[in-house]
C-alpha cells in the first residue's frame, strides 16, 4: 500500500520559511517523479514544484521560483519543499504527490499525501 505523508505546515509570518517533508513508502521511491502541489480554498489544485527520481531535474511554478526549492532523499524515502520569503497567497493545503514520469497536470498522479497546512500571516 502506497502511502505519502506530509508535515512541517503551520503558521508564519510574510517573508518567513518553512521546510515541509513527505516521507513515502510502498512504493520503489527511485522510479518516481515526485511533486508538490498546493490548493487554497475555491481554487483548482497548482503546481508547485517537481523533482526526477535523480533529483537532477528540478521545475517549478512561477509563482514560487527563486523562493522555493524542492530536493529529495532517495536513501530516505524523503522529498522536501523549502519555502522563503513566503506571502500572504502561499496559504494552501500543500500536497505531495507522485508519478512514473514528469507532469505539471494534478489528474495524472497516480498517489497523493493528505496534504499540510500553509498559513502565511501578513
Known amino acids: 500500500q502506497v502511502q505519502l505523508v506530509e508535515s512541517g505546515g503551520g503558521l508564519v509570518q510574510a517573508g518567513g520559511s518553512l521546510k515541509l517533508s513527505c516521507a513515502a513508502s510502498?512504493?520503489?521511491?527511485?522510479?518516481?517523479?515526485m511533486a508538490w502541489f498546493r490548493q487554497a480554498p475555491g481554487k483548482e489544485r497548482e503546481f508547485v514544484a517537481g523533482i526526477t527520481w535523480s533529483g537532477g531535474i528540478t521545475g517549478y511554478a512561477d509563482s514560487v521560483k527563486g523562493r522555493f526549492t524542492i530536493s529529495r532523499d532517495n536513501a530516505k524515502n524523503m522529498v522536501y519543499l523549502e519555502m522563503n520569503s513566503l506571502k500572504p497567497e502561499d496559504t494552501a493545503g500543500y500536497y505531495c504527490?507522485?508519478?512514473?514520469?514528469?507532469?505539471?497536470?494534478?489528474?495524472?498522479?497516480?498517489?497523493w499525501g493528505q496534504g499540510t497546512q500553509v498559513t502565511v500571516s501578513s
Open positions: 510502498g512504493l520503489t521511491f527511485r522510479n518516481y517523479y
Open positions: 504527490a507522485a508519478k512514473s514520469g514528469p507532469s505539471q497536470r494534478a489528474t495524472t498522479y497516480n498517489y
